[in-house]
């Protein structure tokens, strides 16, 4: 079983497995044995029922257990993506893979996440639930909430087994820069994962990062149908990594991880049709959030906006409560990030329709 993952001789100038980094007690896990999948024959082995739930109207019937990592789905998000097929997992969103990583090589205990508040709070929540350690190394703020490299390999210590980077972060904003994220990848290759959240980067207009996984075996991408292609309902995101560290997820994620409605809402919304309209909402958020951000830059009430390369806008205002309560007033919710102490004053603005956006606007300008 262990043989079966090490890397293979063919595998790009790997330096060591990314799975030396790995819980050892996973690396023997005998995978849960689901009923195979052979879907030209009657199933009578998994318990089923032989009939449909009443309104049912699903492609392949909500009584039967889907299909596992459904191989039609992988191999349209490895086109989607531009990796192969064994270098992806589909898990129930980023949140999935989250959990995923940080049990297969955290030791409960012992080891320890790596962070950059502001960020992300499932880092934190997946690491405490995991029984893993946190170590913060905050953004730095003297230059708009950039990675502090410095920092991070300072701080690194063997315990150390996921340094996680959000780029475009949320609630910030900031897309790192591909160089500062090459140099954590060969500062710690050997010794780290690098997880590259990329949830936002369709809003970003760069191409990520995830061209370089056959050149860092220790990096791993996480993707996400939730916020470009409007998903966020379907639970359906994707880790990227080398094949070794795939096949251990493989083998931990529940067996019959994708509903089935997940899977043909996913693999309708990665046909061309609905990718078109997928691709011009993009645009229209992008107009938008710069619509936004000049009117608010312009606004008396606010302080300071961030560039943002995502779906939402991180804002400073003089008088927080009352654009809080002004926007609630106006039927409109967004998001307090005050808790954290770095972010002051500041609430994040999700970019909605043009009309959403002109009410908050108005309840902005009038608190
Ligand atoms: C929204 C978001 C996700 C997406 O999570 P899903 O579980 O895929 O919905 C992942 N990472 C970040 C930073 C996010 O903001």
């Not at 320890?112 to 960020?119: A, D, K, Q």
Request: hydrophobic share 45%.
């Amino acid at each position: 079983m262990k043989a079966a993952l090490q890397p293979k001789p063919t595998e790009a100038p790997a330096t060591s497995s990314p799975l030396q980094l790995a819980r050892e007690d996973l690396l023997r896990l005998e995978p849960y044995r689901h009923a195979a999948w052979e879907p030209s024959l009657e199933r009578l082995h998994a318990n089923e029922l032989p009939w449909r739930p009443l309104g049912d109207n699903s492609r392949s019937g909500l009584n039967r257990y889907p299909e596992p990592q459904p191989r039609q789905l992988c191999e349209k998000l490895a086109a989607l993506y531009g990796v192969d097929k064994d270098q992806l997992l589909v898990g129930r969103g980023s949140d999935e893979g989250i959990d995923l990583l940080v049990r297969a090589f955290c030791r409960a205990g012992r080891d320890s996440v790596m962070i950059s508040p502001p960020t992300f709070g499932m880092y934190a929540v997946a690491a405490h639930i995991q029984g893993a350690g946190i170590v913060d190394v905050p953004l730095r703020l003297d230059t708009d909430f950039t990675l502090d490299i410095g920092q991070i390999l300072d701080r690194w210590r063997e315990v150390v087994k996921i340094v996680f980077v959000c780029s475009p972060n949320n609630p910030t904003g900031t897309l790192f820069a591909a160089s500062e994220i090459e140099r954590l990848c060969v500062e710690l290759d050997g010794k780290a994962l690098v997880a590259v959240d990329e949830a936002y980067l369709e809003f970003a207009q760069s191409p990520g990062v995830r061209g370089w996984l056959r050149r860092f075996p220790h990096l791993v991408v996480l993707r996400t149908l939730s916020k470009a292609f409007g998903l966020a309902g379907a639970r359906c995101g994707t880790v990227l990594a080398h094949p070794d560290v795939i096949g251990l997820l493989r083998r931990m994620i529940p067996p019959y991880a994708i509903p089935s409605p997940t899977l043909e809402a996913a693999l309708a919304a990665l046909e061309s049709p609905a990718r078109v309209i997928a691709a011009r909402r993009v645009e229209e958020i992008l107009a938008e959030r710069q619509r936004m951000a000049s009117a608010l830059t312009q606004s008396a009430a606010v302080q300071r906006v961030w560039p943002s390369a995502a779906n939402f806008l991180l804002v400073r205002f003089r008088e927080v409560d009352r654009v809080y309560a002004a926007a609630r007033a106006g039927g409109l919710l967004v998001r307090d990030v005050r808790g954290h102490p770095d972010l002051a004053d500041c609430l994040r603005l999700t970019i909605g329709t043009p009309e959403q956006n002109d009410r908050l606007l108005a309840a902005v300008n009038t608190a």
